[in-house]
């Protein structure tokens, strides 16, 4: 039996239930009809034959363009062609809650690459029927700033990873939950259970979000980039010109040192300056205090409002 979910516009297919994900309604998805299937299955994961092309903790990128991502304690997950997801449970098996964190976070990042769709590091909100990417590296506060958003009425369209397509503008949807740490789901008062761990061993939980998940892909109205300051009081907001948007959305690709095993960094290159292009990005200095949260979702909602801004 197999279980059929959509991802960022692709119809994946499992042999283990992924609960996290959002089932499959049996519409039309983005691509030819012999390449939108993506396979996840379950079976031991020997470590591979052949040249590593770059290796990083936790990451092999192979010479062929297979990926390897493997943990200290024996969970290793294959990714394949773009098209396959071979899932290494290790000796002590994974929860659902596990398994959707690999599955959806790394997994789909190296499918991502490998079918030359570079995923931007960003929780991406619908916010009067467009959308805005909160982007940065792990840690600047982007899924708390995107919970805070929805507790003002904005809607989730996904976390941590976003598939914008350059060429029309949109964004694809992702699953209906976001990651938060303990700090910041007891702001929201958000109940953390034990089974909705993102890892057993980190204090960080799933957070449903279905009853505000938007489902249909919506068109990009800008990417603001996150970056805390120390001592800051107030979020301060600077527009890029186009030059330095491209640069500035190249850096925060998620996991581009596969797209630079894949092929050379092209294609991330080409996604970074294609939609730099199309779609304004602001680099927005916030205050690192949680209590500001509003002060900082006010300019956010200001700027998709304004529009998005104009491209430099």
């Known amino acids: 039996m197999t279980y059929d979910y959509r991802l960022y516009g692709w119809r994946l297919r499992s042999e283990r239930p992924l609960p996290f994900l959002r089932p499959d309604d049996g519409g039309p998805v983005t691509e030819t009809a012999d390449s939108d299937v993506i396979m996840v299955r379950f079976a031991p994961v020997p470590l591979p034959e052949g040249v590593v092309e770059r290796s990083r903790p936790a990451i092999d990128v ?23 997801v071979t899932v290494d449970t290790g000796p002590g098996g994974l929860t659902d809650a596990e398994l959707h964190s690999y599955v959806s976070g ?26 805005v990417a909160v982007a940065g590296d792990s840690g600047v506060g982007k899924s708390t700033t995107a919970r805070a958003l929805i507790q003002r009425g904005a809607r989730l369209l996904t976390d941590d990873q976003a598939v914008i397509d350059p060429a029309s503008g949109l964004v694809h ?3 209906p939950s976001l990651k938060l740490w ?19 061993d980190l ?5 449903p979000q279905l009853h505000v998940f938007q489902s249909e892909p919506v068109p990009l109205a800008a990417v603001l ?27 925060v690709i998620h996991r581009r040192e596969s797209a630079a095993a894949l092929d050379g960094g092209r294609a991330a290159f080409r996604w ?14 916030r205050p690192q205090d949680l209590g500001r ?16 801004g104009q491209a430099g």
């Open 272 to 285: 970074a300056t294609a939609l730099a292009q199309r779609t304004p990005v602001h680099l927005l200095r």
């Open 173 to 175: 949807p992702g699953y």
């Open 293 to 308: 949260l509003d002060a900082l979702c006010t300019v956010i909602e200001g700027v998709v409002r304004a529009g998005g």
């Open 62 to 84: 192979l010479a062929d363009g297979r990926i390897l991502l493997q943990t200290p304690d024996g969970v290793r997950l294959l990714v394949e062609a773009g098209r396959l």
């Open 106 to 131: 790394p997994a789909a990042s190296a499918l991502c690459h490998q079918r030359g769709q570079p995923p931007l590091h960003a929780a991406v909100l619908a916010i009067d029927g467009v959308g």
């Open 225 to 251: 980039v996150l970056r805390p300051e120390p001592g800051r009081t107030a979020p301060a907001l600077e527009q890029l010109t186009r030059p330095e948007a491209a640069a500035l959305l190249h850096r």
């Open 203 to 207: 204090a960080k939980f799933h957070m």
């Open 182 to 200: 303990t700090a910041s789901a007891e702001v929201f008062g958000d109940a953390m259970e034990q089974d909705l761990r993102v890892r057993r």
